[in-house]
């Protein structure tokens, strides 16, 4: 029996309000049925609050196909079907999807059937049984490939346009591998019945975990080189382990966002760690520096309720910080506790919407501490603590003197680590240290007079650390150190304490213990100081050709072919023409910059043979060599490699580099189709960091004619409301 009845309802650009016609009582069912459209257009209220990110997107180019894909979180998803918009809710999806029969769909769940229309078109049933939350549903329309790989029972497959498809095994190769050690960390299953990995075009983030279906940027399709797979890496073990956290597991509310990313930005670390622990050391280490760069700008902790949008929990409070504090509960509770409760909190909550308490609550019952201190001073507090120390032996007694402070004035920390101390070479204990006040005392007995020391010897601790200590002591750190933190702050703190020329002292030869120092970022410190402190690089020549030419690290090769291509170009000219046929992109960029610098006098010829290369790095060089040397009619060069390139960093530099080309080409006004093309960047692009890159291009040669009159019709046309602040600034 048909029991439909059409209700009175209202809309206020974002809400819709529903009369039932009568009361419901808790537990009672009420069956809604909506009918509605959707396309790429938007009000202009709504576009003010969503800035330029709409939820769903048409991708229509000349010489593609059409593509269209949506990206729900944080609250966009209600601008392409009505929902509930918010994190703890949860339902199941049934989705009818009717396109041209050419094109492929993708979305949650299993694809049920796919039913020929027979007038050209085709409609797919995807059903999603498992309640998951409104901003992980998902649809992707285009032209794909698919390619499935075996595992286990699940349905694994990457979705690559047509013509890239063979890049597919390159870019997700380790995702098995991955599956299998997320199982075993997180010690729970992999929770849905497939998962999809599809490469869109113009996607306005890098990846999105939507459930069993996640989404990347093409930007990953560019130039897959060693060191750009590596770092891809990352981005795919992050969506992926979203699959458990966020998405099996998911935040209450968005104040608790660091409960989907922290876990999802650690499992990075946790992959690395299991194929190459130093490289995976030093990725945390980068998230603690970006908690120290950024923290006094953003003085807020992780988890926060005054937030003005949902959009302000995405910053590196909830990704890098939550990772971080992740570590260092890790290294408080030990690895059998921590990934037992890991697998507890998954199991308990499974299916469910959580906060921060529910997850400390799980790991204080797994390891029978009282963990308030810790939530309330990492998760609850911003910023971080800075600790000096100084120490002191005598009599057979150890002390150290710390001092503690923050930048916003707040209680001192609990700070829970270890001391390791050497006695001789061969012979080392390890110190529990504790302490809570912003000035504190601990002794300790140690038999002989220590030869040197170190805080927090894993280097797990969030916190900017400076330990006083003798050139001897540090000197004793360089060759002692296991960790390579440690050998890299004993190097930068001795470079502090003496002079600069003691670098290259006979009597040090400091700088070639770093050179040859076994980690690559210990290294990187070595190749920064003949810049830093403006070293003659000749003594050290045979050290740095020999990076050039035998670092398994390509970023390390770079940098030093660039440190012998900008100060002895002219004698390795037969280096740079040989590693021009190298198989990195970093590597053959700084070999064709020194090629240009050499003087050789084919330079000309030997630039117009990479001018077709997709590679940024040799862009780059060539960009310097049309800047430097005024070489005219260049500019759609740089249009042609700009399309090429994807990556937001990458596009911003560019940009600026094509700037400065017509800066030092034009004395007037620059050629109507390159401003053109950089305006349209400035508007049209859905990165909004890509558009204020694009709009600082054309500022900074705003008194070529033309110019000024370009940059108020961008800031007229903008709508994200970071841009249009920044741009009132400028």
């Not at 003005?308 to 992740?326: C, H, I, R, W």
Request: charged share 20%.
């Amino acid at each position: 029996m048909n029991t439909e009845k059409v209700l009175i309802f209202n809309t206020d650009y974002n809400k819709l309000e529903i009369q039932l016609g009568k009361y419901y009582q808790p537990g009672q069912t009420c069956n809604i049925k909506i009918n509605y459209h959707t396309n790429d257009q938007f009000s202009e209220t709504l576009l003010k609050e969503m800035g330029s990110e709409k939820g769903i997107y048409f991708i229509d180019k000349p010489n593609k196909a059409p593509q269209i894909w949506t990206q729900g979180q944080p609250n966009l998803a209600s601008s392409w079907f009505p929902t509930i918009d918010a994190p703890n809710e949860r339902c199941t999806q049934e989705m009818l999807i009717t396109v041209a029969d050419t094109l492929t769909t993708i979305s949650n769940g299993i694809l049920i059937y796919s039913t020929n229309n027979g007038n050209g078109t085709k409609t797919d049933y995807w059903k999603m049984d498992v309640p998951h939350a409104p901003y992980l549903f998902n649809m992707v329309i285009g032209d794909f490939v698919p390619t499935t790989v075996p595992w286990k029972d699940i349905e694994l497959t990457y979705w690559l346009e047509k013509g890239e498809q063979h890049k597919a095994d390159k870019i997700f190769k380790n995702t098995p591998a991955m599956l299998s050690l997320f199982e075993e960390r997180f010690g729970t299953p992999f929770p849905w019945p497939k998962y999809d990995q599809t490469v869109v075009r113009e996607y306005i983030a890098g990846a999105m975990e939507n459930t069993t279906s996640s989404i990347f940027h093409s930007m990953i399709l560019n130039n897959l080189s060693e060191e750009k797979n590596r770092k891809l890496d990352f981005l795919v073990a992050h969506e992926l382990a979203h699959q458990w956290f966020g998405n099996y597991v998911t935040c209450e509310s968005w104040a608790h966002a660091t409960l989907n990313e922290a876990m999802a930005t650690y499992a990075e670390y946790l992959w690395f760690e299991n194929v190459d622990l130093e490289f995976a050391e030093q990725h945390i280490l980068e998230d603690r520096l970006i908690c120290f760069e950024k923290s006094l700008d953003h003085p807020y902790p992780i988890v926060r309720f005054d937030y003005n949008l949902p959009s302000d929990q995405f910053t590196f409070n909830s990704y890098e910080k939550g990772a971080t504090v992740m570590h260092m509960l890790r290294n408080y509770l030990g690895d059998s506790t921590f990934f037992n409760g890991i697998k507890t909190y998954l199991n308990q909550y499974a299916l469910a919407s959580v906060e921060l308490n529910d997850f400390r609550k799980v790991f204080e019952e797994i390891s029978g501490h009282d963990l308030h201190w810790f939530f309330d001073q990492w998760f609850y507090r911003s910023g971080y603590p800075k600790i000096n120390i100084k120490h002191h032996y005598q009599n057979n007694t150890l002390q150290l003197f710390f001092e503690q402070f923050n930048d916003f004035d707040q209680p001192p920390y609990r700070i829970d680590t270890e001391l390791k101390v050497w006695t001789d070479a061969n012979h080392y204990k390890l110190i529990p240290i504790r302490f809570n006040q912003h000035l504190d005392t601990l002794s300790f007995t140690i038999d002989s007079q220590p030869i040197t020391l170190q805080f927090d010897h894993k280097h797990t601790l969030l916190a900017e650390v400076f330990h006083e200590k003798s050139i001897q002591e540090l000197k004793q750190l360089v060759n002692l150190g296991e960790h390579f933190l440690t050998r890299h702050q004993a190097i930068s703190q001795y470079l502090e304490l003496t002079s600069y020329d003691s670098l290259s002292s006979p009597e040090t030869q400091i700088l070639k213990l770093v050179l040859r120092d076994p980690n690559t970022y210990v290294q990187s410190l070595g190749l920064e100081a003949f810049d830093l402190y403006q070293i003659d690089p000749q003594p050290y020549e045979k050290e740095i050709e020999s990076m050039a030419m035998n670092s398994k690290n390509n970023a390390i090769r770079a940098t030093a072919i660039s440190i012998l291509a900008d100060y002895m170009p002219e004698q390795h000219k037969p280096m740079f023409t040989e590693l021009l046929k190298d198989s990195s992109d970093a590597v053959v960029g700084a070999s064709l910059h020194g090629y240009i610098k050499s003087g050789a006098e084919d330079v000309n010829d030997k630039v117009e043979s990479f001018k077709e290369s997709a590679s940024f790095d040799v862009m780059v060089a060539i960009a310097y060599h049309y800047i430097s040397n005024n070489i005219k009619s260049q500019e759609h060069w740089f249009m042609q490699k700009i399309d090429l390139l994807h990556e937001e960093l990458e596009l911003y530099y560019m940009l600026s580099l094509m700037s400065k080309y017509l800066y030092a080409n034009y004395d007037t006004a620059p050629p109507e189709q390159a401003i053109k093309f950089i305006r349209q960047y400035a508007i049209e692009h859905t990165n909004h960091k890509v558009r204020f890159g694009a709009y600082m291009a054309l500022h900074d040669i705003r008194d070529l004619e033309g110019i000024e009159g370009e940059l108020k019709y961008i800031k007229e046309n903008e709508t994200h409301q970071e841009l249009i602040s920044a741009y009132k600034s400028l």
